[in-house]
């Protein structure tokens, strides 16, 4: 099981850390992601780390701006987001696959079910 916190209602500019706890399983040989969806869009590949946390990728929509990070022993994976626009606004996801990082949602076997971000001007 995967449970997202961290959503909320924030400013344009403003910085908010998602975070993704795992139970159930141990997640540390999963490959973690963060996808988002805003209402009437597809989901969409946000960010992914490998299983050590050594190797990350993240969409150019939010480069330099999102950091996606792990701590295998909490089991949690993060998404630190700084300098949000109203384009930001969605519902985020985490997601657990094995065998690689993937951009895709079908590519993923686990979910969490959401949390909202909302971002006002």
């Known amino acids: 099981q995967l449970v997202e916190a961290g959503g909320g209602l924030v400013q344009a500019g403003d910085s908010l850390r998602l975070s993704c706890a795992a139970s159930g399983r141990t997640f540390s040989s999963y490959v973690l992601g963060w996808f988002r969806q805003s209402p009437g869009k597809e989901r969409e590949f946000v960010a992914a780390?490998?299983?050590?946390?050594?190797?990350?990728y993240v969409t150019d929509s939010v480069q330099g701006r999102f950091t996606i990070s792990r701590d295998n022993a909490k089991n949690t994976v993060y998404l630190q987001m700084a300098s949000l626009k109203r384009e930001d606004t969605a519902v985020y996801y985490c997601?657990?696959?094995?065998?690689?990082?993937?951009?895709?949602?079908?590519?993923?076997?686990?979910w969490g079910q959401g949390t909202q971000v909302t971002v006002s001007s």
């Open positions: 997601a657990a696959r094995l065998y690689g990082i993937a951009t895709m949602p079908g590519q993923y076997d686990y």
């Open positions: 780390i490998s299983w050590s946390g050594g190797k990350t």
